[in-house]
């Protein structure tokens, strides 16, 4: 009775001052990684022009989670988070502010990338562990899905706003780095206002795995299918976007025939799909099945991205019918209506992203211990990190030898084929019979 009573009288999520705090440490902190993740992007093309090296970036910005993300999941589970994800943004601040001192050059914008990720990977694991704590479990899809729209907001303002006025206005590079070094130390201070980060009354089922520690998160997986298929998806949704994060630049510029720094108003309709995707699973999260809600979603990102590989097609295809004959009649610069098909699909692939990735971290959130979250959460982004580290530069390569769009529809193959197969098993692994312990509670 007494929890019912304290469920009754909670105030909504944003009136909580430490959920609000970490969603505006979490919106400043982005909105500057992103800035300087697609500066980084614009700057490698300037002085390559190749696909392969946008995907060596993207391979610098996401090995780190291989190698750091299990030290930085061990130490969210076993050290005061808050002060981790501070000391991180302040890191974060002081490696721009290096990096204004020494200069620049290819070589320095690829160490650069690694040395953020390194501390970006700290700040994250440490945030998605407190959210948990902070957060009674029947609101955490919700808290999930505000999280996320966090997060798709930082993007826009990031890609779309903070990085072409700096880089392409202003036109200083230092400019850009000088700024987020100011946001990461915004976000330092409204970490530390986060308050305790003492994890409510909740029932918790499992604990500390034995063996080596850098293993937990993956034990902790293993022990519960449900978990591990979720992360699985994960995985592969992640993968899949860190791929298409190398051919982005190369895609904006050969297929639809624009200016890179242009491509943010390109790509802006999948932020909006994000946020529209993130309000429907929040509510959907725990009122339909998980398998349906995530099939779904794949369906759509994969029909999608096999779309976006043949806009151009489609776009003179489709100005063959009357209805759609004005797409013959779009011509603003080199934007045709090719890109008006790609804008068009952004929004679907945006919402299938949205719905993945809530329903398989509302599972995770739901069935992992407190004590092994970071671990656990960082265990999944050491698993998207190794399985798009290879492909990312392959995909890399393609894109150089048979153009970009032909790589857009293998990605999106391949993509599909690994979802079912990962469905599959989760549903073969569901109909064996089980063996229940008795021995405790």
Not at 314 to 331: E, Y
């Amino acid at each position: 009775m007494k929890r019912d009573v304290q469920a009754s009288v909670e105030p909504p999520l944003w009136q909580q001052r430490p959920f609000r705090m970490l969603s505006y440490t979490r919106f400043w902190s982005r909105v500057a990684q992103n800035a300087l993740n697609f500066g980084l992007v614009l700057l490698i093309t300037e002085e390559t022009g190749r696909a392969v090296f946008t995907s060596l970036l993207v391979l610098a910005l996401v090995v780190p989670s291989t190698f750091a993300g299990i030290v930085a999941g061990t130490a969210a589970d076993v050290l005061p988070k808050r002060l981790i994800v501070v000391l991180a943004d302040i890191a974060r601040s002081a490696i721009c502010i290096g990096f204004l001192l020494q200069g620049g050059g290819a070589v320095s914008y690829y160490l650069f990338a690694v040395l953020l990720a390194t501390t970006s990977q700290f700040a994250g694991t440490a945030e998605s562990a407190i959210l948990p704590a902070i957060v009674r479990r029947d609101d955490l899809a919700r808290a999930n899905a505000i999280g996320q729209a966090v997060g798709g907001a930082a993007q826009a303002i990031g890609l779309g706003v903070v990085t072409p006025v700096v880089l392409r206005l202003v036109d200083s590079r230092d400019a850009l780095f000088a700024l987020c070094a100011g946001l990461f130390a915004v976000a330092a201070v409204q970490a530390a206002l986060i308050g305790s980060t003492a994890s409510p009354e909740r029932k918790e089922v499992g604990g500390e795995p034995g063996g080596a520690w850098w293993s937990a998160g993956w034990r902790a997986m293993r022990a519960d299918r449900a978990v591990l298929h979720a992360a699985l998806e994960l995985t592969l949704i992640s993968a899949a976007v860190i791929i298409l994060s190398g051919l982005i630049p190369s895609y904006i510029t050969d297929v639809l025939g624009v200016r890179v720094d242009f491509g943010a108003a390109v790509l802006f309709p999948a932020v909006l799909g994000v946020a529209l995707g993130l309000r429907v699973a929040g509510f959907l999260a725990r009122r339909v099945p998980h398998s349906l809600l995530s099939s779904t979603g794949f369906l759509m990102f994969v029909v999608s991205l096999g779309l976006l590989a043949i806009v151009n097609e489609l776009s003179a295809f489709l100005g063959g019918f009357g209805i759609f004959a004005w797409l013959n009649s779009v011509s603003i610069g080199r934007f045709d209506g090719g890109g008006v098909i790609a804008m068009a699909v952004m929004l679907p692939l945006g919402f299938a992203y949205a719905l993945v990735s809530v329903a398989g971290q509302t599972v995770i959130d739901d069935r992992v211990p407190l004590s092994l979250r970071g671990r656990v959460g960082a265990t999944q982004a050491a698993m998207a990190a190794m399985a798009s580290s290879i492909p990312v530069v392959v995909a890399g390569v393609l894109s150089d030898w048979v153009g970009v769009g032909p790589v857009f529809g293998l990605v999106a193959v391949v993509t599909g084929i690994v979802a079912i197969a990962n469905r599959r098993s989760g549903q073969a692994a569901d109909r064996r019979p089980r063996v229940i312990a008795t021995g405790g509670h």
